[in-house]
């Protein structure tokens, strides 16, 4: 699954984002039960009958299951069942005593099991669930809204709407018969047999899985739903959306048949299931989640058609993660939550794959620099192996199992080779096909494909923590022809992360030409010797980032400039774009940088570059920026936008914004113009955001981007209109923005703070997360109380509750800071209170919380100009 900007429990979760993982992103399961538990049956078929009292947001339901014992002597058969009350069981036909307790509903058996002895319950019950099951309906703020019933299994959810054995390390067919008024549509599981009439105006769809999944996977979604239809080599696929949002279906799936192409070439395995739906639903509780043959996304992910041309991947990245699950997580499922990485780190790698394969391998490898540096920062994910049973804490998990995964199955691919590398696929896939595995299989199928041991390469990447930080020192004998190159690694090391082992590739330029040196590194500290036939004029350690690392490398101004203007790889391109951005007081810098803003080939190193002078903020650098706004993509001049908001704030900068704003051709662009306007304090800024307030634009992108600048403005004038838009009514992108920014103004006013509060009790996730992280920017201790009663309902997603502890923490020591204000405590409120402009006072632990509110807020609100990777990561690059 793909968390929204990424619990088990909700797929690519806001966990994720939180990490930095990404916006991108799914649930990740929940952490109660690393250990798979001990089955006493095997489930074979479940056959499903639910319809709905849908004001009363009340299922209705019968489950047939149909299983076999494992053993000899069961007296009972137990069922995961949570927030269902269950008016009977038979067995065979025949009545039988039943019990719930505990999440257990246990149903008597008439006399001892015999091993492989067959049985059928079926049982009745009715609920009105919290999770696993979701209702969205109009009220009276949303008169207008579609009607819509969709679920989400993943990690342990399923149970909420039907009992079930709800956990991954048993698969089994089912059939899903539904029940609902004649003018919806349904979308579930496998193959839909019939739509039939039903009394009451209604129908009756019956779908049916017919090859075994987990049942994390079951899934349905039902509603007023529009559909466009297609097939692929005879396979019905299908795109469904809210009614209302019928213009973004081409946009968001054009490449769904050739994505299903390229993944059945590639992984050598033609997509195995007899349907491939995608369901775009409201307010869902991740960005995407991979059921079985009917992916389900969430509505504010998907892409309006006049946003298509600005952004350079459109959403190909959670499409092709999602579809890459279809293999990795479907055919083939982790046996247990520790093992998730099979999962997630492969749909990750999916969707990279694609990304080489459709927008070119320059794409690719700086998405993966990118993810790189935002990881090798991340001092939570850093300690934590991506294969631990120790997953209580499953917001430092969540982050290792897509990002860090990721990367580790890139470098496996290129330490094999890709014939090797996708032969073991293959065979994987082939071997393990409709069973559940743990990270010894992929091993084990690896060394059977192609007889390589890869035993060393697993203890040290997915059994041990950790990355190589290396600090590079070189030398050039003239004498002896030779480049003297010195290696350490500095990590500490301690805990799961060790010395690494790893091959690299020394490349060395000099007058005739470049020649590329592998070398093994393996220790604390090494020199290796390297015979040239001149002096160097460049020096790349790991040319092209193949190893996932950082790297500390002493070189001049020139040897920076000429690695930024010659290196083959953008990888190499991006990293001295980055070093010289802290290169000050230098004009061949900046225009270097500036050159590169406009003319280096790959768009990503012109960002770089654009992100450099940002950080050198001389005159120059700002002259460098402006030149670039000619750049023909929008998204390197969204950046460039961005950037000029950090300069000293200027009348010909703001003037210039201001034309931007009123003038560029892409709204991305207009809407970074008035970010940087609120950046800057210009004069005039808060009268211009309330201006471009009452500018209509597909998916509210101007207004979304008026109303977040006038969080970062800060100015108590804009509190009315925040207001206004955060109430009830609004759209609720929205609101979720205006709340946002609520946590940024005004911050003594208790009033703002009870307003938000009273937002905890919405029905709408997204409506509650943003009311939380406003609630934890505002730091009014008043928060305390109602964010602990939100904890105690257990109804958030993983991760969520860590975060929400953070900030419950974070109001309590403001608290006791401000009844006992010491000396020290005061300067320190005062220095923070400078920096940060505006926010609330911040002890200086609490820096680190605003930082990843700061990225959260826009990972929750940024609903029109998103990463183009929800899955793959925050903004988080070392330039950011
Ligand atoms: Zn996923």
């Not at 003297?484 to 007058?511: C, M, Y």
């Not at 204000?821 to 911040?842: I, V």
């Amino acid at each position: 699954m793909k968390s929204t900007r990424r619990s088990l429990r909700q797929k690519v979760n806001l966990a994720a984002a939180l990490l930095g993982a990404a916006l991108v992103l799914g649930a990740v399961a929940r952490a109660d039960r690393p250990y798979a538990p001990s089955r006493d049956y095997h489930l074979q078929n479940v056959r499903v009958s639910l319809h709905f009292d849908i004001d009363q947001r009340k299922v209705m339901g019968k489950v047939t299951h149909t299983l076999s014992a494992l053993r000899d002597g069961l007296t009972h058969l137990d069922f995961d069942c949570a927030e269902l009350t269950v008016s009977s069981a038979h067995i065979n036909g025949k009545d039988a005593a039943f019990s719930l307790q505990d999440n257990v509903l246990r149903v008597q058996l008439a006399q001892p099991s015999k091993a492989a002895q067959s049985f059928e319950v079926e049982l009745q019950y009715e609920g009105k669930p919290t999770s696993g099951l979701y209702f969205i309906l109009p009220d009276k703020d949303n008169p207008g809204r579609a009607r819509e019933i969709w679920t989400q299994g993943e990690a342990e959810d399923t149970h909420h709407y039907i009992p079930i054995y709800d956990y991954p390390n048993d698969r089994t067919t089912s059939e899903m018969i539904l029940t609902v008024p004649a003018d919806w549509l349904t979308v579930s599981n496998g193959k839909l047999l019939s739509v039939q009439d039903a009394p009451s105006g209604q129908k009756t769809w019956t779908w049916r899985q017919s090859l075994p999944v987990s049942t994390y996977l079951i899934s349905f979604v039902a509603g007023e739903y529009k559909d466009k239809k297609d097939t692929w080599r005879n396979i019905p696929i299908s795109y469904n959306v809210p009614r209302g949002l019928e213009d973004t279906i081409d946009s968001t799936f054009r490449h769904t048949k050739e994505m299903l192409d390229f993944f059945s070439e590639r992984f050598g395995v033609p997509y195995p299931w007899e349907q491939y739906a995608q369901t775009a639903v409201d307010d869902f509780v991740a960005s995407g989640m991979e059921n079985v043959s009917a992916t389900t996304l969430a509505a504010r992910d998907i892409l309006h058609g006049d946003l298509a041309s600005e952004r350079p991947e459109a959403v190909d990245g959670l499409i092709s993660h999602e579809m890459t699950h279809q293999w990795f997580g479907d055919l083939v499922t982790c046996k247990d939550w520790t093992n998730t990485w099979l999962n997630e780190g492969f749909a990750t790698f999916g969707a990279s794959l694609w990304e080489e394969h459709y927008y070119g391998a320059d794409a690719s490898s700086y998405r993966y620099w990118r993810e790189q540096n935002a990881w090798m920062q991340s001092k939570e994910l850093y300690p934590i192996p991506v294969v631990t049973r120790n997953i209580d804490d499953s917001v430092e998990y969540a982050g290792n199992v897509y990002d860090k995964a990721g990367w580790v199955i890139h470098m496996l691919r290129e330490r094999l080779g890709d014939e090797v590398f996708f032969r073991a696929l293959k065979h994987y896939l082939e071997a393990r096909r409709l069973q559940n595995v743990v990270t010894a299989d992929l091993v084990k199928d690896i060394e059977e494909s192609s007889g390589a041991n890869v035993d060393q390469f697993f203890d040290q990447w997915i059994y041990g923590a950790g990355a190589p930080r290396f600090t590079i020192g070189s030398t050039y004998d003239d004498s002896s022809k030779k480049v003297i190159l010195s290696v350490r690694q500095t990590q500490k090391v301690e805990g799961r992360v060790g010395l690494f082992r790893v091959p690299v590739n020394v490349a060395v330029t000099t007058s005739s030409g470049e020649k590329l040196f592998p070398i093994e590194i393996s220790k604390a500290d090494e020199t290796f010797s390297i015979p040239v036939d001149d002096a160097p004029q460049m020096i790349l350690f790991d040319k092209g980032d193949k190893i996932l690392k950082s790297i500390d490398f002493q070189k001049t101004p020139e040897e920076w400039i000429r690695q930024l203007q010659s290196a083959a790889d953008v990888p190499d391109r991006a990293d001295a774009a980055f070093a010289l951005g802290n290169i000050h007081d230098n004009e061949g810098v900046a225009s270097a940088l500036g050159d590169a803003a406009l003319r280096d080939k790959f768009w990503g190193v012109r960002e770089e570059a654009l992100r450099a002078l940002g950080r050198i903020n001389s005159p120059q650098a700002r002259k460098q920026e402006l030149a670039a706004l000619s750049n023909e993509q929008p998204w390197v001049r969204a950046v460039a936008v961005e950037q000029l908001g950090k300069f000293k704030s200027d009348e010909d900068v703001a003037k210039r914004l201001e034309k931007l704003y009123k003038e560029d051709k892409a709204y991305s662009v207009r809407a970074a113009a008035l970010q940087s306007l609120a950046a800057d304090k210009a004069p005039n800024a808060a009268a211009f955001l309330e201006k471009a307030l009452t500018v209509s634009s597909p998916n509210d992108v101007l207004r979304g981007a008026a109303l977040r600048a006038m969080g970062s403005l800060g100015e108590d004038s804009v509190v009315p209109s925040l207001i206004e838009w955060s109430s009830p009514g609004k759209p609720s992108a929205l609101r979720g923005i205006a709340m946002g920014a609520l946590g940024r103004v005004d911050l003594k006013n208790h009033d703002l703070t009870a307003r938000l509060i009273s937002y905890l009790s919405e029905p709408s996730f997204d409506i509650r997360f943003s009311a939380i992280f406003a609630l934890g920017r505002r730091g009014d201790p008043a928060a305390i109380e109602p964010l602990e009663a939100v904890l105690k309902t257990g109804q958030l997603s993983i991760g969520v509750p860590h975060s929400i502890e953070n900030l419950i923490e974070e109001l309590k020591n403001k608290a006791a800071t401000q009844k006992t204000p010491s000396a020290t405590d005061q300067k320190n409120e005062r220095k923070n209170s400078d920096l940060k402009n505006g926010d609330a006072p911040a002890s200086s632990n609490s820096q680190a919380v605003l930082d990843r509110l700061d990225r959260l807020d826009h990972q929750l609100s940024d609903m029109n100009n998103r990463l183009q990777h929800i899955e793959g990561s925050l903004p988080g690059s070392k330039s950011e």
